[in-house]
């Protein structure tokens, strides 16, 4: 092997084991466009929280971390990841995989190119006094797409009985019939009505899934003058 065929495979192999930033550079304007699949549930304004944290001034935070949030999940909390470069790309790729059990419903960006650029885009907007230039929030158009339809709150099961609601600052807790509690954004549950015959029994609300991701819901009542003792102010 002579010495030009040395040098030539020198380089491909540093090509093969360089880092993925390398074979695919970032492009913060395509990762914009890719945020607008985020921006439902996360902001970039300092501790605005939504359905998710703020995702300002998000590297070398500690996950699970950010004060101002109340909902992370116990695995998230108890992870010890600190998000950088490598962790936030696991996590934009897999969620569950990097943290199992976490709350998370997003399902991963398997696609190299488009992780590379959100986080390109990402790098630059989350960065202390970076103006928040995120696309309009999506959630309102959201609520809704999957509501009960024709479910007969009578003689649903009881993962749809609602048994507690608890509010504390802008979070809800509800527990059904079925032991679980689960946690809403205030935005992301509302509060309703049904007095057909299909409604719930007096005293007897019921929950029902809505929009596409997983984290909204509505809790159905019999009559308005039951929402309020039911729910119970409880941090």
Request: net charge neutral; glycine share 10%.
């Amino acid at each position: 092997m002579n010495g030009s065929q040395i040098v030539a495979l020198a380089a491909l192999a540093s090509l093969a084991f360089a880092p993925r930033s390398f074979a695919a550079e970032g492009n913060p304007a395509r990762g914009q466009r890719v945020f607008g699949a985020c921006a439902a549930c996360h902001s970039l304004e300092p501790n605005r929280s939504m359905t998710g944290p703020s995702l300002a001034e998000l590297w070398n935070r500690k996950a699970g971390g950010l004060a101002s949030f109340p909902r992370y999940s116990p695995a998230l909390k108890s992870s010890g990841l600190v998000w950088n470069d490598k962790t936030l790309e696991d996590w934009i790729n897999d969620p569950q995989h990097l943290v199992p059990g976490n709350d998370m419903t997003f399902q991963g960006i398997k696609d190299n190119q488009q992780r590379v650029d959100l986080l390109a885009f990402l790098k630059q907007a989350t960065q202390p006094g970076h103006p928040a230039s995120q696309p309009a929030q999506q959630g309102g158009q959201m609520g809704g797409m999957m509501g009960g339809g024709d479910l007969d709150l009578k003689t649903t099961g009881p993962e749809h009985r609602v048994k507690a609601i608890s509010y504390c600052r802008d979070t809800y807790r509800v527990t059904t019939a079925d032991g679980n509690t689960r946690v809403f954004w205030e935005r992301n549950l509302r509060l309703m009505i049904d007095s057909s015959e299909n409604g719930p029994e007096k005293g007897a609300p019921g929950l029902v899934d809505a929009g596409m991701m997983g984290d909204r819901a509505d809790a159905i009542f019999a009559d308005p003058s039951e929402i309020s003792p039911f729910i119970i102010a409880k941090c």
